[in-house]
């Protein structure tokens, strides 16, 4: 059997279907499941062991029939015969149907026409456990875990070799607060301001000072990190060039404070103490709840910058 996932957005959304592909493989632990994603996400399945095949598409573009028609034979040639589509646009249903894929699994909206297997939306409710729903268009009603990655060995050693680089024997904090371009290009400020970061990274060199703060700079965070090298040379910086590399530098952090991010789901997948900071999005969405681990602070406008630093410091320190 081949099965086919639909997964639109970014790294931060595969992340959160991840429980989603883990109880489809359970379930049929013979078939094979390739997954259709941006090509910006199709970094985030080096730590996902479920999916056999990563095909892309970036769906968000302004695809002519010629796109379609490449997307269209693409799938026709693995015929597949279960699909899932987590986005909610019937073009996409019309596509699989013209497919002649039998089991076509989506939320059931005004519009899902194409769909054989509709399952119920919930917007309101945490998105990983969203996307897990699409589960009961196909009779399988479970509990959404949390959820979980598996980080390759290499990547793990060379996170070994990073810290012994940076000489992080005695544990360290990581600080993530950078922002993809893409998000920053929507208009969606997801960036903490360098002014905010300021206190909070003299309050905690003042009370441990042998602990030191790593920065994690992704592909995008460069002039942030910049700007803090400038005002604290004492900081350290570690550039991870793939997901599995930053997710183990992630793993062996005391804590991380960083921004609602790729990032923030790699830490609450490898179960580090983690505070999120969130402007517009909503934490509740994007948290697993009850999570001890896992603490975020909403801003009070929407506004990234209006979340006071003496707010994230008292998480920091509540312990």
Same mark, same amino acid.
């Given at each position: 059997m081949r099965i086919l996932?639909?997964?639109?957005?970014?790294?931060?959304?595969?992340?959160?279907?991840?429980?989603?592909?883990?109880?489809?493989?359970?379930?049929?632990p013979e078939a094979?499941? %390739?997954?259709?994603?941006?090509?910006?996400?199709k970094a985030a399945y080096r730590v996902c062991p479920?999916?056999?095949?990563?095909?892309?598409?970036?769906?968000?573009?302004?695809?002519?029939?010629?796109?379609?028609l490449n997307i269209l034979g693409t799938i026709r040639d693995r015929e597949y015969e279960i699909a899932l589509s987590l986005g909610k646009n019937w073009a996409v249903g019309f596509l699989l149907w013209l497919n002649g894929i039998p089991t076509r699994v989506g939320y059931k909206t005004a519009t899902s026409w194409f769909i054989s297997n509709p399952a119920p939306l919930n917007e309101n409710q945490y998105a990983a456990a969203l996307y897990h729903d699409l589960l009961k268009g196909l009779g399988i009603d479970t509990d959404c875990p949390s959820p979980s990655i598996t980080v390759p060995n290499g990547d793990i050693q060379w996170a070994e070799g990073e810290q012994k680089r940076l000489d992080l024997t005695e544990g360290y904090i990581l600080i993530h607060g950078g922002a993809s371009q893409l998000s920053q290009a929507k208009?969606?400020?997801?960036? /903490?301001?360098?002014?905010?970061?300021q206190p909070i990274i003299e309050d905690i060199q003042s009370k441990?000072?042998?602990?030191?703060?790593?920065?994690?700079?992704?592909?995008d %965070?460069?002039?942030?990190?910049?700007?803090?090298?400038?005002? /604290?040379?004492?900081?350290?910086v570690t550039r991870p060039e793939d997901i599995g590399k930053a997710a183990a530098m992630i793993a062996g952090a005391n804590l991380m404070v960083c921004t609602d991010s790729a990032p923030m789901h790699l830490a609450a997948a490898v179960g580090t103490y983690t505070i999120a900071l969130f402007g517009a999005t909503h934490a509740e969405k994007l948290l697993p709840p009850k999570n001890d681990k896992l603490i975020g602070i909403q801003s009070?406008?929407?506004?990234?910058?209006?979340?006071?630093?003496?707010?994230?410091?008292?998480q920091i320190w509540r312990g």
């Open positions: 996932a639909l997964v639109p957005g970014g790294v931060g959304d595969q992340i959160l279907f991840f429980p989603t592909l883990a109880d489809l493989k359970e379930r049929y094979m499941i %390739d997954v259709l994603v941006e090509p910006r996400a479920q999916v056999h095949e990563v095909l892309t598409f970036d769906f968000k573009d302004r695809n002519g029939p010629a796109d379609y208009g969606i400020n997801k960036l /903490y301001p360098v002014a905010n970061w441990q000072p042998n602990l030191p703060i790593v920065l994690l700079q992704g592909p %965070d460069a002039p942030w990190v910049t700007e803090l090298i400038a005002l /604290y040379p004492a900081l350290k009070p406008t929407g506004e990234m910058a209006d979340i006071q630093p003496k707010d994230v410091l008292a």
